[in-house]
């Protein structure tokens, strides 16, 4: 017969102790796995459109030819400034659809390179402009499409590739050749005056430009300087040093020459670079005996 209390906590209905929640270590299914490495990432495609994409962001960042073109700046556009002139230049190039290189940055810029800017209220026969193109394209084509975007008065006058690492128009400058028209100079007058001149050993010239003041031998920044009758006047015509130590300027020539005259017109007609090629040099050094 069976024991009272055993029968009684049957039929007491208590509940059955609660299972305990701290799981054992074989129910832990990341107890003894190992930490699953990341994947692998995969090597750039070598596929021929990725290296498409790899030679077209080269050939954005760095430019792939030089273009020195050389313009005429005329009558009309003589008070336009240098950087009205350049903005023209960066129009024309994109309307004949020259792939015209630029800067990298925020605000990229056309590499247009400019020898000296032309003073205000000159003309100029052949000033100098280098052209950086992010494709090669034949000189010709270039000169042909670039002439059809031109003016009258700023028109494209020569072209001619030149190597990438030259160095740049303005740093390269050695001389500019002028005219100037003197209405009621006399050109006997004027060539005495010159020959005195180009007589001298020296000729101490000093010129103001604002708050700027510097002094420079004029003689010794004088090429040569000649004189010509023309209608009611005489027409000089002068080459003058424009390097990176001294700049000489026609304005200098009339007022220490001929004061109390007053030139019609300015007309810079060349610029001379320095265009010495490494090569050709080592050859005229040592390949002749070669």
Known sequence: MPSRSSSSSRRSGALPPRPSSKRSPAASPAANSTPTPPPKSSPPSSSPAGEQSARATIAGVSSQQRIRTWFRKGERVRYISHLD??????????????PLSYSQGFTPHPKLAFASPLPLGFTAEREVMDVQLDERIDPAEFHARLAAQATGDLAVVAVREVPLGAPQPQAAML???????????????????????LALPAFEWREERGERERTYDLRAATAWLTARPIDGGTE???????????????????????????PQSYVRTDIILDERSPARELWRRYGQYL
């Not at 002139?85 to 309307?95: D, M, N």
């Not at 002028?178 to 001149?197: M, N, Q, S």
Request: charged share 30%; aromatic share 10%; no cysteine.
């Open 85 to 98: 002139v350049l903005r023209f230049w960066e129009r024309a190039i994109r309307r004949a659809g020259l």
């Open 175 to 197: 001389w500019s050749d002028y005219r100037a028209a003197v209405p009621g100079l006399d050109p006997a007058e004027a060539r005495a005056r010159i020959e005195a001149f």
């Open 236 to 262: 000089l015509a002068m080459r003058l040093r424009t390097d990176q130590n001294i700049t000489a300027r026609p304005e200098a020539i009339l007022a220490a020459l001929f004061p109390g005259f007053e």
